[in-house]
């Protein structure tokens, strides 16, 4: 015979063969292994990751038991006088285990289920004993959602393990909805990604941070004994105090008797401030035992630094570089052949 059906429990099951069709009480339905279930829901995780996968599971499942219960209710009636026997019979020859409503209070709408072996259950013991179900749970949330019209939610008190036989799930009148969840976890991941970013631009500035210190405050030892340090741009607090100790820190590694302070590259920039970041530097490298040579002084410079109310005038001041490396050279009784 190509047309076949049982009835279990009160729920009719068709099968026409020719036709290829499966009714599960006058509705199309199909058929698959839990190992293709697995296959199915692993798929989803490895896309969206394990959070946004909770998220569409749990959503799936309640809006897949809302169709559930709005297409029973008008079919079979369903109120509170037979939903405890109407939801065990349902769902047990669906292959979706064994459920129970074991308490329920009319008045306030709250029902306790009992839901053991169903197929989400034997799915996750596959492959992790430990892995908690959340499709199943939430959709008989669902489900009493389109029963009974209001917005129900769930708590689940146990789930179903080695040592519990079942899971017990509370469900409950709740203005929790799956549109918010959905929405918040987009704000989360938002503001995870926005983390993230500003986490990767604070490292990328620091690295920058760190070249640019690199840069602007160079050591540069030329000849043996004597020790170039170009300045450049302007000096703010933080470059100052990075200049100074850093200078300070170089001169006895390379046993410096002669600095060089290049002021070629400050331009206009030399204020009062740059002025004092000078002075400051270069007493400090004479107590060091250090000559301490300005180089690089424009017309400009050597008019900006005779008003300097510092003591910059008391360094020996040359116009280049190159003048002060030949003075250096001299003043240590040395010369270029």
């Known amino acids: ?26 509705g199309d339905v199909v058929l698959f292994w839990t190992t293709a279930m697995e296959t199915f829901f692993d798929t989803i995780k490895d896309i969206s990751g394990i959070e946004a996968t909770q998220l569409v599971l749990e959503t799936t499942g309640f809006r897949q038991g809302v169709i559930v219960g709005e297409g029973f209710k008008d079919m079979k009636q369903i109120d509170t006088s037979n939903v405890v026997e109407w939801i065990s019979n349902t769902y ?23 839901i053991q072996n169903d197929w989400e259950y034997k799915m996750n013991l596959l492959k992790n004993k430990d892995t908690e179900g959340i499709f199943v749970p939430s959709h008989y949330a669902g489900v009493l ?5 209001i917005n129900f939610w769930y708590k689940i008190i146990q789930y179903q393990k080695d040592d519990t036989p079942y899971s017990i799930v509370e469900y409950f009148p709740s203005d929790v909805t799956v549109q918010q969840n959905i929405h918040e976890l987009s ?13 990767l631009v604070d490292e990328h500035t620091k690295s920058l941070q760190s070249l640019v210190k690199e840069l602007s405050s160079p050591i540069i030892p030329v000849l043996e004994g004597i020790i170039v340090v170009p300045m450049i741009g302007s000096y703010d607090e933080q470059r100052t105090e990075d200049l100074i100790f850093k200078t300070l820190s170089e001169l006895p590694k390379h046993k410096a008797n002669y600095l060089l ?19 400051k530097l270069g007493a400090s490298a004479r107590l060091l035992g250090t000559e301490v040579i300005l180089v690089g002084i424009s017309p400009e410079l050597a008019i900006i630094i005779a008003q300097s109310q510092n003591s910059l005038k008391t360094f020996e001041s040359l116009q280049s570089l190159q003048h002060g490396i030949y003075y250096a050279l001299g003043r240590s009784g040395r010369k270029i052949v």
């Open 187 to 199: 704000r989360k991941q938002e503001g995870d990604q926005i983390r993230k970013l500003e986490a």
């Open 92 to 114: 047990a020859p669906a292959g979706w285990g064994k459920v129970e409503i074991i308490k329920m209070d009319a008045e306030k709408n709250t029902f306790t289920l009992h």
């Open 145 to 149: 959602t389109g029963l009974f019209g």
């Open 261 to 279: 302070i290049d002021l070629t590259g400050l331009n206009q920039h030399i204020t009062e401030h740059t002025a004092s970041l000078i002075d």
């Open 1 to 26: 015979m190509s047309k076949k059906s049982v009835n279990v429990g009160g729920i009719e099951l068709k099968w026409d063969l020719e036709t290829g069709e499966a009714l599960f009480e006058g």
